[in-house]
């Protein structure tokens, strides 16, 4: 079965500064990986994900994730954080279940940006 | 022109009755999820319908019920709610290319029910 952990329940920096939320995967195969963000009262916006090819992703927002299979990491980068960065991150690794196919949440990781 | 939305926003409700939340998508996708976020933020699917036809069913209670009357939506059905019933729920939807056995999902705005 496939499980996501982010460790880092709460992360308090300041704007400017730069950003790493971390992020662990279980899957038995190459997985599909994800971050959203979720801003207060909103839904869930995908900000990168990885398929396959390079290990470096880009997406939105300034944001970059680097997946690490020697670590079964994916973690997400930001080299300056703006106070509107200020939301809850969720990692996921999609995988299938069957003919099923599913996402897996991590827990987030809820960022707080001090001026 | 909102991709995935759902009615109502917000659902306040006496335990005991039934409730139901909307979601519509007019991405053109044929996938359809809800997912429950808990007071704690974490997020866990509940159901999944591919083309109108259920193709994953978490161990949810059976007071929860999912309705696709055509691919662009997905209604939720809850009977007799109870108060672990407080929640965000999210509706999501994606297309899943030929090959591919991951896709992007698209979320949307929530429902957050209170169950009082």
């Known amino acids: 079965a496939q499980s996501v952990t982010q460790p880092d329940i709460h992360i308090t920096v300041s704007e400017g500064a730069s950003l790493e939320l971390r992020c662990n995967y279980s899957?038995?195969?190459?997985?599909?990986l994800f971050w959203y963000v979720q801003s207060p009262g909103q839904g869930l916006q995908l900000l990168l994900k990885y398929f396959s090819g390079d290990t470096l992703v880009q997406g939105i927002k300034g944001f970059e994730a680097e997946f690490k299979r020697s670590q079964s990491s994916f973690n997400l980068r930001k080299p300056s954080v703006h106070w509107s960065d200020a939301a809850e991150y969720f990692c996921?690794?999609?995988?299938?279940?069957?003919?099923?196919?599913?996402?897996?949440f991590g827990s987030g990781t809820q960022l707080t940006v001090l001026p | 022109d909102t991709a995935v939305s759902q009615t109502p926003k917000y659902l306040v409700t006496q335990m005991g009755n039934d409730k139901s939340i909307k979601c519509e998508q007019n991405?053109?996708?044929?996938?359809m999820y809800w997912y429950k976020q808990d007071s704690k933020k974490f997020l866990k699917i509940m159901f999944s319908y591919n083309n109108k036809e259920l193709i994953i069913n978490e161990t949810v209670p059976n007071r929860f019920s999912p309705k696709s009357p055509d691919k662009a939506h997905l209604n939720l059905h809850i009977n007799s709610l109870e108060l672990g019933d407080s929640a965000v729920y999210f509706c999501a939807s994606s297309q899943i290319p030929a090959g591919v056995w991951a896709e992007t999902q698209y979320f949307g705005p929530g429902t957050r029910l209170l169950v009082l």
């Open positions: 996921a690794v999609g995988g299938s279940t069957g003919s099923a196919r599913q996402l897996t």
């Open positions: 899957y038995g195969a190459t997985p599909y």
């Open positions: 991405l053109g996708h044929d996938t």
